[in-house]
């Protein structure tokens, strides 16, 4: 079971970037989808996540993001995205997505976890 993030990289602040998360090994239809995020000398904090596929769509963001990011998913490429628009600096992390197998959105514990994409933004 793998998640491959790509899609990271430097952009001037304004900018924008779509984060992409591919799935293989098994499908992650009825899995909750998220993305998470770590800043230099912080901890990994919870950024957007995606109900499944079963379910009514719905989306979960923290704060920061909210009217700025947009979390979406492709079932049938198995594959969740993260398109960030009016980048800031602070936005300036390693960017994680993750997946779990509940119904139901959450900010906590995810089972599966990809290896990170840098996005670095600059001022």
């Known amino acids: 079971v793998q998640l491959q993030a790509s899609g990271g990289g430097l952009v001037q602040a304004g900018g924008s970037l779509r984060l992409s998360c591919a799935a293989s090994?098994?499908?992650?239809?009825?899995?909750?989808m998220g993305w998470f995020r770590q800043a230099p000398g912080k901890e990994r904090e919870f950024v957007a996540a995606?109900?499944?596929?079963?379910?009514?769509?719905?989306?979960d963001y923290t704060d920061s993001v909210k009217g700025r990011f947009t979390i979406s998913r492709d079932s049938a490429k198995d594959a969740v995205y993260l398109l960030m628009n009016s980048l800031k600096p602070e936005d300036t992390a390693v960017y994680y997505c993750?997946?779990?197998?509940?119904?139901?959105?959450?900010?906590?514990?995810?089972?599966?976890w990809g290896q990170g994409t840098q996005v670095t933004v600059s001022s």
């Open positions: 993750a997946a779990d197998p509940q119904t139901r959105l959450t900010r906590g514990y995810y089972r599966y």
């Open positions: 090994g098994r499908t992650f239809s009825n899995y909750v």
């Open positions: 995606i109900s499944p596929i079963s379910s009514s769509v719905t989306t």
